[in-house]
């Protein structure tokens, strides 16, 4: 654990692996994981006014609104109080970026980029346990049994957004959305990119690079 709060914002197209490299971070640095799909998700499963307007937005594939968005990932933020932590899927836009700035100062993006192909392939494989959001990965990060939660024994889901068709237009729009982002965090210098095709060999370069940049703030 760290004396300093360290904020981080974790950028990668659905699929490339944010979940799995965002857990690590949390075991290895105690970094809280506030993830804009899971907050949403976990929403839509209690069917909370919150829940029921995002339901009405992810069912149809438009994106759920900044102004829901900004209010319901800012107050998370707040709840965490004096706690490092990786924001995942918040900001997805310049304005969100913006109002975030406003709030919050954070110290580091870690861009993680892998080839279209291979999240495609990836995601075929993608099973979750839906109240907890936990992912599989089969052939990587397999459950004891399969098709089967490892701390619940509650059956496995594959999300409808997790299908080839969906995937490919869900990457298409992540690349027009997240430029700007990307941009507005390189304009100042916060943006360090991980390429690679498995989590595993991206992991160990975002690990040296994080205790490096703890290091330097402490």
Known sequence: ????IFRTVIIGAPGSGKGTISELIVQTFGFLHISSGDILRQNILNNTDLGKKARQYISSGRLVPDDILNKTMLGRITEVGNKSYILDGFPRNKAQAQVL??????DAVINLVVPHDVIIDRVKNRWIHQA????????????????????????LVQREDDK????????????????????????RGLVSTFRGSKSKEIWPRVELFLREKIHKCR
């Open 1 to 4: 654990m760290y004396s300093k």
């Open 101 to 106: 700035a406003g709030s919050e100062q954070i």
């Open 132 to 155: 907890s959001g936990r992912v599989y990965n089969i052939g990587f990060n397999d459950p004891q049994v399969p098709g089967v939660d490892d701390e619940t024994g509650e059956p």
């Open 164 to 187: 080839p068709e969906v995937v490919k237009k869900r990457l298409m729009l992540y690349d027009e959305i997240m430029l700007p982002v990307l941009d507005y965090y390189k304009e």
